[in-house]
């Protein structure tokens, strides 16, 4: 079976949530980690921001936010 690489770039992922603070003292908290090829070509390029949007419980939402929105973007205004 043949993938080209927009559905490498939309493939499901499975990360592990990591710990990250001082154990000793019970100040761990949760960490994502995303690193790969794979965010570039999903349009997340290196030193830009993102947007993450809690959207439900165990769902969060990962946006650029360096990308033009309808909003923002000059080509989608009415004048």
């Known amino acids: 079976m043949q993938t080209n690489e927009s559905t ?4 499901v992922r499975r990360l592990k ?8 003292r019970g100040l761990l908290k949760p ?4 690193i790969g ?7 997340f ?6 947007h993450v949007v809690c959207v439900a419980p165990g ?4 946006r650029s936010a360096d ?5 923002t973007d ?3 205004q009415k004048t």
């Open 31 to 34: 960490k994502i980690r995303l």
């Open 8 to 11: 490498k770039a939309s493939a």
């Open 17 to 24: 949530i990591e710990e990250h603070g001082d154990g000793w």
């Open 59 to 62: 769902v969060l939402e990962l």
């Open 45 to 50: 390029k290196p030193g830009s921001h993102v």
């Open 74 to 76: 000059p080509g989608t």
């Open 37 to 43: 090829r794979w965010l570039e070509k999903a349009g």
């Open 67 to 71: 990308a033009p929105t309808p909003a």
